[in-house]
């Protein structure tokens, strides 16, 4: 790393090898990291019929800063802690099923918000499910969006107005 000097009103700066600014550091201390990962995605299309164990689509990339989310999947660049949030709307969802749940599945663990289908009178024009998680990953570690049901027989579309964004905190 080569550390750069702060002038009257200036910018401290912390370069990698290739002379690229890896922490910033303003006048006033405000700190930005432009290589830290950090990612926000959105459904390209309405995914149809999405039914049990089946991974969310996510096509648009809102940001992906350092370039580690591809195929649907975050792929942690290092060894850390990970702040992940999930925002998924199912539209028609069956009201016959006995669950629904959202997971964010990493490589060690998934986390689940699971909801009764009882809650549902009729089926659903929309419903949404949100899930956020500080995840421990190791380097080359995954994460994605999973749906899971239980019970009843039709199945839901996801509406592109869904999320799926992570970014390292330690």
């Given at each position: 790393l ?6 009257s009103g200036g ?7 290739e ?5 910033n550091?303003d006048?006033s201390?405000h700190v ?15 995914q149809?019929?999405i039914?049990n ?19 649907n999947a ?12 999930a925002?998924v ?11 629904f ?38 380097a ?14 039709a199945?839901?579309?996801?509406s592109t107005?869904s999320?799926?964004s992570g970014?390292l905190?330690?």
């Amino acid at each position: 790393l080569v550390l750069g000097t702060a002038q009257s009103g200036g910018v401290l700066d912390l370069r990698s090898g290739e002379d690229t600014s890896a922490i910033n550091a303003d006048a006033s201390g405000h700190v930005t990291m432009p290589k830290q990962p950090a990612f926000n995605v959105a459904p390209s299309g309405v995914q149809s019929n999405i039914d049990n164990n089946d991974i969310v689509a996510f096509g648009t990339e809102i940001f992906d800063q350092n370039a580690d989310f591809a195929s649907n999947a975050f792929t942690a660049p290092v060894t850390g802690r990970y702040l992940i949030s999930a925002n998924v709307r199912i539209d028609n969802l069956d009201s016959s099923g006995t669950w629904f749940a959202i997971s964010i599945q990493t490589s060690n663990r998934n986390y689940t918000n699971l909801n009764s289908a009882s809650t549902l009178d009729t089926d659903s024009g929309f419903y949404f499910f949100s899930i956020t998680m500080l995840c421990d990953l190791d380097a080359n570690d995954t994460a994605n969006v999973l749906f899971n049901k239980s019970g009843g027989s039709a199945t839901g579309d996801v509406s592109t107005s869904s999320y799926f964004s992570g970014v390292l905190v330690c």
